[in-house]
């Protein structure tokens, strides 16, 4: 990949690349990563970071359809070990969670929980972990904001792409609308929506709610976490 188009996926995804610039400056000599998610042109903003940050980072995809073999070339080109190709067989993809596994890392970063569930059959314990979910009315509400900016098509590969990170993904039924409603009726400034996430995450024993919108804060019994860096952190700090 040339400069120009470096520079194209860093301006689309601005949240991870400000959060890529931190890790960057981090020290993470001596440290493994080991990666299994979906390889595309925007993986280049999650993985660089933790290279230039000095850590040994492995990668496999998690679904061989959606690989790109440019991204998987220039991911190889700056240090990254990567064993992935477009249209892996299903043997090929096996072996490549295989070879993941078949040494210990001191991170994950997994999509679907092969990976994790992997790394656990072989004994591996990672440093830590964030075990993280959404309901479907909030990956709805991604892919309408998100195709305001972008192609239709666009954004229904990236909701997708979500809805698989963050599967199993929370039910809301009746009794989630009901607690909703009653927070909506209770605590001024949640709306309706915001309301029945809250309900939702608490009829789950979620340990907390991660959202840039600050309301969340006012509803009684849930933890809000604002996704800066310090919320991050605290987040990471939490035994898993």
Same mark, same amino acid.
Do not use: K
């Given at each position: 990949?040339?400069?120009?188009?470096?520079e194209?996926v860093a301006? $689309?995804? %601005?949240?991870?690349?400000?959060?890529?610039?931190?890790?960057?400056?981090?020290? /993470?000599?001596g440290?493994?990563?080991a990666?299994?998610q979906?390889?595309?042109?925007d $993986?280049i !903003?999650?993985?660089?970071?933790l290279?230039?940050?000095?850590?040994r980072?492995?990668?496999?995809?998690?679904?061989?359809? !959606?690989?790109d073999?440019r991204?998987v070339?220039?991911?190889?080109?700056?240090g990254?070990?990567?064993?992935?190709h477009?249209?892996?067989?299903?043997?090929? =993809?096996?072996?490549?969670?295989?070879?993941?596994?078949?040494?210990p890392?001191?991170?994950?970063?997994d999509?679907?929980?092969?990976?994790?569930?992997?790394?656990?059959?072989?004994?591996?314990?990672p440093?830590g972990a =964030?075990e993280a979910?959404?309901?479907?009315?909030?990956i709805?509400?991604?892919?309408?904001?998100?195709a305001?900016?972008f192609?239709?098509?666009?954004?229904?590969a990236?909701a997708?792409?979500?809805?698989e990170?963050?599967?199993? =993904?929370?039910?809301?039924?009746?009794?989630?609308?009901?607690g909703?409603?009653e927070?909506?009726? !209770?605590?001024?400034?949640?709306?309706a /929506?915001?309301?029945?996430l809250?309900?939702a995450?608490?009829d789950a024993?979620? !340990?907390?709610?991660?959202?840039?919108?600050?309301? /969340?804060?006012?509803? %009684?019994?849930?933890?809000?976490?604002f996704?800066?860096?310090?919320?991050v952190? =605290?987040?990471?700090?939490?035994?898993?």
């Open positions: 990949m040339d400069a120009a188009e470096l194209w301006w $689309t995804t %601005p949240i991870t690349t400000s959060f890529g610039a931190a890790v960057a400056a981090s020290d /993470f000599r440290r493994t990563v990666c299994r979906h390889i595309l042109g $993986t !903003s999650i993985v660089t970071p290279v230039e940050a000095g850590a980072v492995r990668l496999a995809p998690c679904n061989p359809d !959606s690989t073999d991204t070339a220039h991911l190889a080109s700056i990254v070990e990567v064993r992935a477009a249209g892996m067989s299903a043997r090929e =993809l096996e072996e490549s969670l295989a070879w993941l596994v078949s040494e890392a001191d991170a994950l970063c999509m679907g929980g092969d990976l994790i569930a992997a790394a656990a059959a072989a004994g591996f314990r440093a =964030l979910t959404t309901t479907v009315e909030v709805q509400e991604f892919a309408h904001v998100r305001r900016r192609a239709r098509a666009e954004a229904a990236r997708g792409d979500y809805a990170i963050l599967s199993p =993904l929370l039910p809301v039924g009746r009794e989630q609308l009901e909703g409603l927070i909506f009726a !209770s605590t001024p400034g949640v709306g /929506f915001d309301a029945v809250a309900a995450a608490l024993d979620a !340990s907390a709610v991660v959202s840039a919108d600050r309301a /969340f804060g006012a509803v %009684p019994d849930v933890h809000h976490v996704p800066d860096d310090a919320g952190d =605290l987040l990471l700090s939490r035994p898993a």
